[in-house]
């Protein structure tokens, strides 16, 4: 992949952040998370996993914003020095 065509993918990674629907995906994602983050209703050893499992899914998409947008700057970055 050469530079311009991860710039653009960048660029829809930015654009997709910036709407409406990605917000409201990242609220019912938090939701999730604080639905799935107690003990109260795990009466079992593999409920236990399966929340475990699950909390890490969306953990995950909850810092995937974040990631990208990190892994953006260290890209810039390491243009800059590049000239």
Same mark, same amino acid.
């Given at each position: &992949?050469?530079? #311009?065509?991860?710039?653009?993918?960048?660029?829809?990674?930015?654009?997709?952040?910036?709407?409406?629907?990605?917000?409201?995906? &990242?609220?019912?994602?938090? #939701? &999730? *998370?604080?639905?799935?983050?107690?003990?109260?209703?795990?009466?079992?050893?593999?409920?236990?996993?399966?929340?475990?499992?699950?909390?890490? *899914?969306?953990?995950? *998409?909850?810092?995937?914003?974040?990631? *990208?947008?990190?892994?953006?700057?260290?890209?810039?970055?390491? #243009?800059?020095?590049?000239?």
């Amino acid at each position: &992949m050469d530079n #311009s065509e991860v710039l653009k993918q960048y660029e829809e990674y930015f654009d997709l952040f910036s709407r409406s629907g990605w917000q409201l995906f &990242m609220e019912d994602v938090e #939701s &999730m *998370i604080d639905g799935l983050d107690s003990l109260d209703y795990v009466s079992s050893l593999e409920e236990l996993h399966s929340h475990k499992g699950q909390l890490l *899914i969306l953990k995950r *998409i909850r810092g995937f914003q974040n990631a *990208i947008e990190a892994a953006y700057e260290d890209l810039q970055q390491n #243009s800059e020095e590049l000239y």
